[in-house]
């Protein structure tokens, strides 16, 4: 069965097709570093690490380029505030860095995998690289292009189709469109490629004079450079559709490149119902929810629970659905890598692995169409309830089925990021766990309660709760 994608251009699922197969070039809007990265963009960032990481999956050969906007205004704007009189070149890249740096260790917390290219719009504005300055020259040279007072605007008017991926008709949006005090347009649909330098902010050289690029400019530079002048996925928000994705459509159309074949958008997230706003005091950055939680794995059993175009509403109520839904896998998984994790299955045959494998199956056909997380991780608890049902059983085939079971469940949890069964605590480590509860068990034989309650009870002031079961002692680390 072929995946098939809802494409926003052409509003309707279609098979993926990629241009080279097994090659899959994949372009992601990064983020702009200006401020701690809040949940919402772990949304983002997760969608499309778990889309890649399916893609890997079915054989294909996937290069991620997730960009990095690095300057802009409000770059500038919080430079200024946290670094008033220093040089404002020097204070931007300071913010730049210091939120990007922050931007990549909340990635890490979360366990979501680096892109395998990571551009900088600076860098391809230098002097050694003035790439977004040649394609910003193209565009004049071809006519869709003009330069007005320093700034370079696009021309609306010579844009095929414009508003094709946001099902806009131009005349619409003309209606309630207007030129700002400053601009030098001739249409106020038309928006800037290049501006003129402001007095004291960062400015590089071009052909116009010294400017900075406009926003809409540094993606279609950056991900035609990086992998050609068409490629397979173009993703990002929903709220990037228009003007940003519009916009990028127009110029790179403009310059003759064909451009992105599949554009994946995914819904936004709320809070209680409620716009994410620090004003609002619902402002929950992805280093706060870890160090409320402990566990990225609920944050992003949450962002399961919803397909990726749908938007989704933050709750504590979900994040406390996430822990049992957590917990469930986990105190399996524990008891299966404890009882049965050692186990040989090479000797076993597909008739005693029984319908097992038919769990995988709809997992890849959920999968398949658009990425079905909520109903693919529904076969995830499906297996759950299967295993602990034979856990009881009397069945010959028992342990290899359990042992079957447990390789396709790492399998889902591997392209679903989840991170159960590695080390998740600095107080206690796993080793120290199993030490203890063989300690526990000595103490049982030799009659000795009291003081084998002693761990128990250590052991639960730790974080670690035992369930003595009919195979044995098992345990799950309290959330």
């Not at 990635?107 to 979501?112: A, E």
């Not at 030098?184 to 902010?201: I, V």
């Amino acid at each position: 069965m072929p995946i098939s994608i809802y494409n926003s251009l052409t509003r309707k699922k279609e098979e993926f097709v990629p241009l080279k197969p097994p090659a899959v070039n994949m372009y992601v809007c990064g983020p702009t570093v200006y401020d701690e990265p809040h949940i919402g963009h772990a949304r983002s960032a997760y969608i499309f690490d778990v889309i890649r990481r399916y893609l890997i999956c079915r054989g294909y050969k996937v290069k991620f380029v997730r960009n990095v906007t690095d300057v802009d205004d409000k770059i500038i704007d919080k430079a200024k505030k946290e670094f008033p009189g220093k040089d404002l070149l020097s204070a931007v890249k300071e913010v730049s860095n210091k939120y990007l740096d922050a931007y990549h260790e909340d990635m890490k917390q979360l366990g979501i995998t680096a892109p395998d290219v990571e551009p900088k719009a600076t860098e391809f504005i230098s002097k050694d690289n003035p790439s977004m300055q040649k394609f910003i020259t193209q565009l004049i040279e071809r006519g869709a292009a003009y330069v007005s007072g320093g700034d370079v605007y696009f021309d609306i008017k010579k844009a095929k189709n414009y508003g094709k991926l946001s099902n806009q008709s131009l005349d619409k949006m003309e209606a309630g469109a207007r030129v700002l005090a400053g601009e030098n347009k001739k249409d106020p649909l038309d928006f800037a490629l290049w501006k003129a330098a402001k007095e004291g902010e960062p400015a590089w050289d071009s052909p116009w004079g010294k400017g900075r690029p406009g926003w809409h400019i540094e993606c279609s530079v950056m991900s035609s450079d990086i992998l050609g002048k068409e490629f397979d996925i173009h993703g990002g928000g929903i709220d990037l559709i228009f003007p940003h994705h519009e916009n990028e459509i127009a110029q790179s159309e403009g310059a003759g490149n064909t451009f992105a074949k599949y554009w994946i958008h995914h819904g936004l997230l709320t809070i209680n119902s409620q716009k994410m706003a620090k004003s609002l005091g619902n402002f929950i950055t992805i280093k706060g929810f870890i160090n409320k939680y402990k566990y990225p794995d609920l944050l992003k059993l949450f962002f399961l629970s919803t397909h990726y175009a749908h938007p989704i509403d933050y709750t504590e109520e979900k994040i406390e659905e996430a822990k049992k839904e957590y917990e469930r896998i986990d105190i399996l998984m524990r008891k299966l890598d404890r009882v049965f994790g050692t186990r040989d299955i090479s000797k076993t045959t597909t008739g005693g692995m029984g319908d097992i494998g038919k769990f995988k199956e709809k997992f890849i056909e959920y999968m398949d169409d658009d990425f079905n997380t909520p109903r693919a991780l529904s076969v995830l608890f499906d297996m759950i309830s299967r295993c602990n049902i034979e856990l009881d059983s009397e069945d010959e085939y028992k342990n290899f089925k359990l042992r079957y079971a447990m390789d396709i469940i790492k399998e889902i949890a591997d392209i679903f990021g989840l991170t159960f069964l590695k080390e998740t605590s600095t107080e206690m480590s796993d080793t120290k766990v199993t030490v203890a509860i063989a300690m526990r068990e000595q103490l049982r034989k030799e009659k000795k309660f009291k003081e084998a309650d002693e761990i128990r009870r250590a052991l639960e002031e730790k974080g670690v709760i035992l369930e003595d079961t009919k195979n044995g002692v098992t345990w799950r680390r309290k959330l």
